[in-house]
Structures are given as C-alpha cells and as structure tokens.
C-alpha cells in the first residue's frame, strides 16, 4: 500500500474558527473524497477523514511560519489534535513532521524551502496538500515540489485544496480542489506547438477536458 504524505501550511493570521466547509469542485464536477460532514479548523482535514484507512502509513508535513512565534506553534498543535481525534475513529498510523521556515521572502529561502520539502517526499506516495494558509510564494513552491515528485519520484499527486472561509456571514465556507490545475500546468509543461496560434487551440482544447 503506497504511503500517503500530506503537505499542510499552518496559518499566520491572528485567527481561526471551527467551520463546516462545503466540498466545491474547480473544473471538475464531483469529488466525494473531500465531501466531509463534520466540522475542521483546517481544509486538509476534511480530505483526510475521507481518505485514511486502518493501518495506512501516513507522513504529515507541518510547514510553519516564524511570523507569530507562539500563535503558529498554537495553530499547530490545534491541526494535531484535530487530525488525532478523527484518526481516533479510523486507525491510520500518522508521524507529523515539523517543517519550520524563515518568513524572509528571498530566493535563496525559497530554494531551501523547496528543498526541505522534498526532502520529506518518499518514492511512490500518495500526496494531499493544502495551501490554504502561509505566506503568498507557498504555492508556487508547493507546486514545484509536486512537479518533481510527479515527475521523478513516481508519486501519484491525489488533492491539491484551498479554502475559502466566509468572513462575512460566516456561513458559506467552501473547500476548493484545484488538482486539477496542477495537471494543467503540468501538461503546459509538456506540451509543443509550432506557432503561438497552434498553442493557443492547445491550450483550449486542454480547458475543453
């Protein structure tokens, strides 16, 4: 059975509640797999408590901000408890692997960022993110990070999440799986064309899919 590894950003914002998030589709009509009944603090919990089996082998990694000392050790703890008590009722065998990065914005800490990442890829897993929290270049070195695990490591890339919380009448909280752009990226990636017209009509015809 292929390991599952979960990438999770920790929030740096002054606060988070306990909300029902409601499983929305980009791109793609229906995903029962982060369709979840219950209430989290955390995206990535919702997705989980529909994919972990008994006994499955689990890594999750914590990447957490400098920024806000203790509120983001506190964030971290929360997604702890939160992911222990639904396992609680599954069994999965779960490690946390904290992963803590400098707030500084430079190329050379993004490098060390993507690098400290893959470093925590195994060959042939099974990757959940969630890039709903951190600061704005995450998800681009995120993304880098599930191009090489694709590409080289033969990882299956399974959910890529992001969600949205209502703050104005805390009630319409949704769950977005964006999976499916990080396979169009990838095709991007791949992809030739003779001209800038032949790659536009690829380009729609990728959208089409």
Known sequence: MAKKIALVSIPITNKIEKVKYQAVKYQVVGNSQIQYEGEAMFPISCVLANVLQQDDDVKIVLIKEEQNGGLT??????????????NSKIGAKIEFVPLE???????????????AIAEQ?????????????????LPFIVFNVLTFADKF?????????????DYVNKKDHKIYDITSLYYLNSLNNTITAKNSED???????LLLL
Request: proline share 3%; net charge negative.
């Open 199 to 205: 790659a536009r009509k690829i380009l729609k015809s």
């Open 101 to 115: 990065r400098s707030y500084i914005e430079t190329p050379d800490e993004h490098s060390k960022l993507l690098d």
């Open 73 to 86: 050790q506190k964030y971290a703890q929360d997604f702890k408890d939160e992911i222990t008590n639904i």
């Open 121 to 137: 890829i195994d060959d042939n897993a099974q990757i959940y993110a969630d890039i709903s929290y951190g600061s704005k270049p």
């Open 153 to 165: 490591l033969n990882c299956e890339i399974k959910n890529v999440v992001y969600g949205k919380y």
